[in-house]
């Protein structure tokens, strides 16, 4: 059974710093079969990609966070995380962790769609000016 747990979130000023965190259960994180992702979504807004680490450790962000947020994924501990520096309000949302299991015939990823197939719950993020 596939479960992702998020973690971190909270309230915190403008200019701050969160680290959120997604425990994976049934896969390996890292793994060469695995895209891991972070979105987030705001109250009537769709939810919109953070971030991607795909199966071949790759990285990709969403243009509008100018190089505030780091992706990561620690094997070991069999977890992903989402370094997010100088935060502003705009970044208040519910942020969500997601995993997408390699399908047949490719590595296909599918970020920033939300077209992964499993999801955490999500945790809040409230960024205070």
């Known amino acids: 059974q596939v479960r992702l747990v998020e973690s971190g979130g909270g309230s915190v000023e403008s200019g701050g710093s969160l680290k959120l965190s997604c425990t994976v259960s049934?896969?390996?994180?890292?793994?060469?079969?695995?895209?891991m992702g972070w979105w987030r979504q705001s109250p009537g807004k769709e939810r919109e990609g953070v971030a991607v680490?795909?199966?071949?450790?790759?990285?990709r962000y969403a243009a509008s966070l100018k190089g505030r947020f780091t992706i990561s994924q620690d094997h070991a501990k069999n977890m992903v995380y989402l370094q997010m520096n100088n935060l502003e309000p705009a970044d208040t949302a519910m942020y969500y962790c997601a995993a997408e299991p390699l399908k047949a015939g490719g590595g296909y990823c599918p970020y920033p769609s939300t077209d992964f197939e499993y999801w955490g719950q999500g945790t809040q993020v409230t960024v205070s000016s």
């Open positions: 680490i795909d199966s071949e450790h790759k990285t």
């Open positions: 049934g896969y390996t994180v890292g793994a060469e079969y695995l895209h």
